[in-house]
């Protein structure tokens, strides 16, 4: 199946509606193309380097930390 959702397009519309794009046909394509960035996204945030930068920031606190005197 082809791909015909005008992906990152600059719309023009006009008022006339002569020669533009529909306004549903534009927000309709927006909105196909904010879900393929969420999609990115959400592939990126669930990546185990991602999730193991919390455990190593811990890690470097716990590290660099002074020792208390006794």
């Not at 397009?9 to 509606?17: A, Y």
Request: overall charge positive; hydrophobic content about 35%.
């Amino acid at each position: 199946m082809a791909d015909d959702r005008m992906k990152d397009i600059n719309w023009r519309i006009s008022k006339d509606g002569v020669g533009a794009d529909t306004i549903d046909h534009c927000l309709l394509a927006v909105l196909m193309d904010l879900r393929d960035e969420l999609k990115k996204l959400n592939e990126l945030l669930h990546c185990n380097k991602f999730l193991s930068i919390p455990k190593k920031l811990s890690r470097i606190a716990y590290n660099t930390t002074k020792k208390r005197r006794k």
